[in-house]
């Protein structure tokens, strides 16, 4: 690592640099069905007005409002209107319509009684409104969205409710970017697969599972590579065969200070650091570079500090490759009911539980914060962003990260 080299640097500092190396990404056309997860390349713009036409927003009668006026009133009832009725129907004078929820409104009509305020004679012939009919009760032609209205921006990540609403503008394609692959590898001789019988010194390897799942959460295409023992060449040709099948490469382990901590060490005579450490606890010993021109996240090899450096420092970057802000970190204001434990200089992420005590939301720590206990970040349901000069006092407020 050169004497240039940024070293331990505020949070802000490391994305920016980190933005530096972005990455083309080709596009590709997909079923609706297929993408959810995915992030739109273009934005959409609707091929028709929603609704199309102007129908009914309940089940009852479809009569003119200003023969419903001092009720109760009585009217022949002149046919029915189902949902998908194709055919152009109208009322005279006098008439109502039986009309079905999203059945057109006919000709003539500008309001609705409900069903449950009406009285059907028993020959099915003529019906009395028992009060005013609901001019409001009908939804009008392109009240939802009009056609060539754009509803989703370039950048939006599909989630169901976004992809139910591409169907209803007409879409049964959309342009998405393509995934962006990213290699996964966990360093570490003492790693085993969940599974495995368990040695002394041995534990089970999870964080290329977590981070799988934050990845494939950006929308982007995780590949997980075998764990990698602490020996040189080994890790040599795994991130070789990363680089040449891969366009990103996150490691987890090996990036701290200790003499073998091999994936700094051959990041350092091999590679290219852009910088070294952040001010971020839990998490601070992560590097960022490339390895043969493929950016590479080097993250810690506890858990937490894994997931916690994913989210705030490898989550900004995947999002700008797409021009997204999505999928979006829910923030919220939280009041600490306990001291929470800070360090000078850092941004603090503390996993916390959070409940309402009618007034605000309260966050308390229940598990051990130990940066090795994923548990915690697990049953967590935030993490607080306390700043650099924040004290972390009882009463305090602070931003809490939802997980």
């Not at 129908?55 to 001092?70: H, I």
């Not at 009725?85 to 009684?113: H, L, V, Y």
């Not at 001019?135 to 169901?160: A, Q, V």
């Amino acid at each position: 690592m050169g004497s240039g080299t940024p070293y331990f640097i505020p949070l802000d500092e490391a994305i920016e640099i980190s933005l530096n190396r972005r990455l083309t990404l080709q596009t590709e056309t997909i079923s609706i069905d297929k993408s959810f997860h995915r992030i739109l390349s273009d934005s959409l713009s609707a091929l028709t007005n929603d609704p199309p036409f102007d129908n009914s927003a309940m089940d009852g009668f479809a009569v003119k409002y200003n023969e419903t006026q001092n009720p109760p009133n009585n009217f022949q009832i002149s046919k029915t209107i189902e949902a998908g009725n194709k055919f152009d129907n109208m009322i005279k004078p006098g008439e109502a319509a039986r009309i079905m929820t999203g059945a057109p409104i006919p000709e003539g009509a500008d309001s609705i009684i409900p069903i449950e305020a009406c009285e059907v004679d028993k020959d099915n012939d003529t019906v009395t409104l028992n009060q005013e009919s609901k001019p409001h009760f009908i939804r009008r032609k392109g009240e939802n969205f009009t056609e060539n209205e754009i509803l989703l921006e370039k950048g939006t990540h599909l989630t169901p409710e976004k992809i139910s609403l591409c169907a209803a503008m007409g879409h049964n394609d959309v342009q998405v970017f393509k995934p962006l692959k990213v290699a996964i590898i966990s360093t570490g001789d003492e790693l085993r697969l969940p599974g495995e019988s368990l040695e002394k010194g041995e534990i089970y390897e999870s964080n290329t599972f977590g981070l799988s799942g934050l990845v494939s959460w950006l929308g982007h295409e995780p590949v997980r590579f075998p764990s990698v023992v602490d020996n040189l060449v080994q890790l040599r040709e795994t991130l070789n065969s990363a680089s040449k099948t891969c366009d990103v490469i996150i490691t987890s382990g090996g990036v701290s200070m200790g003499d073998r901590d091999f994936v700094r060490k051959i990041m350092e005579s091999e590679g290219n650091i852009d910088f070294w450490r952040i001010k971020v606890r839990p998490g601070s010993p992560p590097l960022f570079g490339t390895w043969k021109e493929t950016p590479i996240f080097g993250l810690p090899g506890n858990p937490v500090s894994s997931h916690v450096v994913f989210r705030v420092l490898c989550g900004p970057w995947f999002r700008a490759q797409t021009n997204s802000t999505q999928p979006i970190e829910t923030k919220i204001k939280v009041k600490l009911d306990q001291d929470i434990k800070t360090v000078p200089g850092f941004i603090t992420l503390r996993r916390i539980h959070l409940f309402d005590n009618g007034h605000e939301i309260l966050a308390t720590t229940k598990h051990h914060q130990g940066s090795g206990n994923i548990a915690s970040m697990a049953l967590g349901e935030a993490l607080t962003l306390l700043g650099p000069n924040d004290t972390g006092n009882k009463g305090d407020f602070c931003d809490a990260l939802i997980l």
